[in-house]
């Protein structure tokens, strides 16, 4: 499955000190290569897991479902604030189980969403390619400019790493306000190839909040003491609003879109913007039902995020492609399978060396057990692979 083209059957990668030198069918070369028979598989690349937040793996079952987003958001911060030390062995041990169970799901590159930089550690000691985004939530902000310095200083503290980037995000239209998402587009914007990420349209609450200024976020900004009174409210929609500010374009992935108008859509793709859609998550955040066919008819680039276990059942990739499978059926199997590789890959910045299976990138390949009969690999691929089902290719 080189996912650049369509599937190959019978057909071999050779690979040279972990790159990928070439790939065919049929006849392999032989002179002087060892080979490795893979059995009955599909061989794909590593999947990219585009939206999650590892340090909220210690949450995994403990905030239960809601039928209103903001209801969720108040179970979820109820339960943050018993455990204020995000360096505790307990947040710690359940990144790493998460990192783990990542990389067992098939995961080869992460998107990680994190308040603390809690996972850039275990993130580095793991087999995966990462950026962590380190997350700006300030809404009643007197210094826009200081809110960003501040976080820059902290990330440029870490040390090194060649596989896991850091970079900024905005937390949301309603907790960011309009002069720290400037500010931090400008700190993006001094790396030319830093990608940046905001949660966007997500629930319905957020639409209101951006048209009118009230609404339930109101209430829990003034509850929280961060409401600004100054703020006005900008009017159209969360998509218009960001793009209006100049936040949005192709280095930007805008996750969820859950609530996004076909003109919202046309925007995205116009800006070169990529949706990261979670949707299991969605629906169990009282968020709604994302537009999984609007997505796709749009045209706009569509990559695939689990969000963290505190909304999600678990980090497995194949299972977001299922659910967006059983959600919009006439998406062609290829589209998801993309979706979940190379857009993943593109909008991390990771795609020189994932995404595809094309000489010259990482052989970070997934063998996956095929049963005997399986006419329609593509669409087998997308109707729930399970971890046990998965090897790596060493
Ligand atoms: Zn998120």
Not at 18 to 28: C, F, K, P
Not at 85 to 114: F, K, M, N, Q, W
Request: net charge negative.
């Amino acid at each position: 499955m080189p996912i650049d083209g369509r599937p190959v059957r019978d057909g071999w990668v050779t690979v040279d000190r972990r790159r990928i030198v070439a790939l065919g069918h049929r006849t392999s070369p032989d002179d002087g290569v060892r080979r490795i028979d893979l059995g009955h598989v599909a061989l794909m690349p590593g999947l990219v897991n585009a939206h999650t937040h590892l340090e909220l793996s210690y949450l995994r079952d403990e905030v239960p479902p809601a039928s209103e987003f903001v209801s969720w958001i108040r179970g979820l911060l109820a339960r943050r604030r018993r455990q204020p030390d995000p360096r505790s062995p307990e947040i710690l041990a359940a990144i790493s189980a998460a990192v783990a169970e990542a990389v067992a799901c098939g995961t080869a590159v992460l998107g990680d969403i994190s308040n603390t930089l809690a996972s850039f550690g275990p993130l580095t000691r793991s087999p995966l390619a990462a950026v962590v985004f380190y997350e700006i939530v300030k809404f009643n902000a007197p210094d826009p400019e200081g809110v960003v310095e501040r976080a820059r200083r902290e990330m440029d503290a870490l040390a090194r790493a060649p596989m896991v980037r850091t970079s900024l995000a905005a937390h949301a239209p309603y907790s960011v306000a309009p002069l720290v998402f400037r500010a931090i587009r400008k700190d993006v914007d001094r790396d030319a190839f830093a990608p940046c990420s905001v949660h966007l349209a997500e629930s319905a609450e957020e639409t209101e909040f951006i048209r009118t200024a009230g609404g339930p976020w109101r209430a829990l900004l003034e509850e929280l003491g961060s409401w600004d009174p100054a703020f006005q409210a900008p009017g159209g929609s969360p998509v218009q609003y960001l793009d209006d500010n100049g936040f949005l374009d192709a280095r930007v992935l805008a996750v969820h879109g859950v609530q996004m108008s076909s003109a919202d859509l046309a925007r995205l793709a116009k800006r070169g913007t990529t949706l990261v859609t979670c949707p299991r998550s969605n629906v169990h955040t009282g968020a709604g039902v994302p537009p999984i066919d609007d997505f796709y008819k749009s045209g706009v680039r569509v990559a695939i995020g689990t969000d963290s276990l505190a909304s999600a059942p678990d980090l497995s990739v194949f299972a977001e492609v299922a659910t967006l499978h059983a959600l919009a059926p006439s998406v062609p199997a290829a589209a998801l399978l993309e979706s979940a590789t190379r857009q993943g890959a593109r909008a991390l910045g990771f795609d020189a060396d994932f995404g595809t299976i094309e000489p010259g990138k990482r052989a970070r390949l997934l063998a996956v057990d095929l049963p005997p009969q399986t006419d329609d690999v593509e669409e087998y691929l997308v109707s729930g692979v399970q971890p046990s089902q998965i090897r790596w290719v060493e």
